[in-house]
């Protein structure tokens, strides 16, 4: 389905969010971030949605959501909470992926990555969340790699999904961070689910046009 008026305008509330949610993070407006954040992931589920795109997509984004909001909280639970969320969206993820090839090769790079990934991080790691982590991790890194199979946009949208996931593990485990480590969090998970969204729109439409 082609962009509309209203698809546009969801779009570039999407974007201003975006901007306000990095811009607040840089100068150290909590107020701003705790206000657009939650905002994010509603806009492009809306935008998707108008631009008649697969259920499993909207779901994803809107699990999404469920993870941003409880990630806003530091409480250990909200963390398990809203880390479930963000696993509910994978898997809605790699459903909709279906069973289209990937790579081999790009396989085996992202297991090394997740071997390497999680015993790097598991002494550092809260004894309460190894198996948690590690699980999510997995499932994560799955979606990422799957992500693929719709194209490059998409692909590269689950690579920072799972740079943006790493990112905040790091943070959990304590080690030196980023300067502004949310701003790049942040930043490589809004770009994360805007091209997954766009890859999959992409790849709808052109299933469409092809059927």
Do not use: N
């Not at 150290?28 to 631009?51: D, F, S, V, W």
């Not at 790699?94 to 390497?116: E, I, K, N, Q």
């Amino acid at each position: 389905m082609r962009a509309t008026p209203v698809s546009r305008a969801l779009l570039a509330a999407f974007g201003l969010a975006a901007a306000v949610d990095l811009v607040s993070l840089l100068a150290g407006a909590e107020l701003g971030h705790q206000i657009a954040k939650p905002l994010l992931m509603p806009l492009l589920a809306a935008y998707a949605a108008t631009r008649g795109a697969p259920k499993l997509l909207v779901a994803a984004l809107l699990f999404g959501w469920g993870g941003d909001v409880f990630l806003l909280s530091d409480a250990d639970w909200a963390f398990l909470v809203g880390m479930g969320s963000f696993a509910a969206g994978h898997v809605c993820y790699l459903v909709l992926f279906g069973r289209s090839r990937t790579s081999p090769a790009l396989g085996v790079l992202y297991a090394a990555a997740l071997a390497g990934t999680v015993a790097l991080l598991w002494p550092d790691l809260p004894a309460e969340l190894r198996i948690p982590v590690a699980g999510y991790s997995l499932l994560l890194t799955a979606m990422a790699y799957r992500a693929s199979s719709l194209g490059l946009l998409a692909g590269l949208g689950g690579a920072l999904f799972l740079l943006s996931d790493t990112l905040i593990a790091t943070g959990v485990a304590e080690w030196p961070q980023l300067p502004a480590p949310d701003f790049w969090i942040m930043l490589t998970y809004i770009a994360a689910q805007y091209l997954l969204t766009t890859g999959a729109l992409r790849s709808s439409g052109g299933k469409r046009e092809g059927s």
